[in-house]
């Protein structure tokens, strides 16, 4: 519910229409190139590089519904991105979590996740989880 207030919000003040991004084709892989389960609701796996390159890390630690305000070096420098499976999360471009009309778009997220964030690459500074 939370998700949709959002969304509807955002998209109505900015006269844009939201995307939910994920599919099997953007799984993680790890170093052997194998598939990654990732099952912890509210975690979620970035990368400053596409294709789940560069340097990553599971950003963990936070509850479904709260806000996660990126610091370095992922602040504004990510280029893949994914939860964990249970959960949506909508990323925004300003910190707090905070909806603005500058953002490309709407974006909510779900498993896997984006494994190049196009319009979006090195714009998130701060997202939101939910339940899916």
Do not use: E, H
């Amino acid at each position: 519910m939370l998700l949709q207030g959002l969304t509807a919000a955002l998209a109505a003040s900015c006269a844009a229409a939201s995307y939910i991004a994920g599919g099997a084709d953007m799984m993680p892989r790890d170093a052997s190139r194998s598939l990654v389960a990732r099952t912890t609701p509210g975690n979620v796996y970035t990368c400053t590089g596409t294709g789940w390159t560069g340097t990553c890390k599971t950003q963990s630690g936070k509850a479904l519904g709260a806000c996660v305000t990126l610091g370095s070096p992922y602040a504004k420098n990510i280029s893949s991105i994914g939860p964990d499976a249970g959960a949506v999360c909508t990323v925004f471009t300003a910190t707090g979590c905070t909806a603005s009309c500058s953002d490309p778009f709407p974006l909510a997220i779900v498993y896997p996740g984006i494994s190049n964030l196009g319009a979006w690459d090195n714009k998130i500074a701060s997202y939101k989880c939910v339940a899916a």
